[in-house]
């Protein structure tokens, strides 16, 4: 439930920001745009399930999610080898990734966000 978490406080951040005077006229179509690290959240069905769950009832009801999720990335120290990685291919909940290197062999560190990189809200 680590997505349902992340999105509570977005959610939460969203409907503060709804309230200031200008952001967006009554009655608007809102698309939340929403960009995480790929360490931030382990499913993007996940994360989207949790958002429609929390945004029900209020005004972001039927806003529309677009969701971002940043890389994750081996970087060799040995051979300089660098890739992206699959969601499969690191465990995020460690808090110090490793991962063979295709290339070489070698353990190499894994770098990527655990937080949420930007949020923003267009009115339409």
């Known amino acids: 439930m680590h997505e349902y978490g992340l999105m509570e ?15 967006c006229p009554p009655g608007a179509a809102i698309e939340v745009v929403l ?10 069905a996940a994360t989207r399930q949790a ?5 029900q009832g209020t005004p972001l009801e039927h806003s529309r999610l677009t969701l971002s999720i940043g890389p ?3 970087a060799c120290t040995q051979c ?3 890739e992206v990685l699959g969601d499969d291919q690191v ?19 894994v770098q990527g966000s655990r937080g949420v990189e930007s949020i923003e809200i267009i009115c339409g």
């Open 9 to 23: 406080e977005v959610v939460g951040i969203l409907l503060e920001k709804l309230q200031e005077p200008g952001v």
């Open 51 to 55: 958002y429609e769950v929390l945004t």
């Open 72 to 74: 994750v990335n081996l």
């Open 35 to 44: 960009k995480v690290g790929g360490f931030a959240v382990h499913s993007a």
């Open 91 to 109: 465990d995020p909940h460690d808090p110090l990734p490793l991962a063979e290197c295709p290339a070489c062999g070698a353990v190499a560190p």
């Open 80 to 82: 300089g080898h660098r």
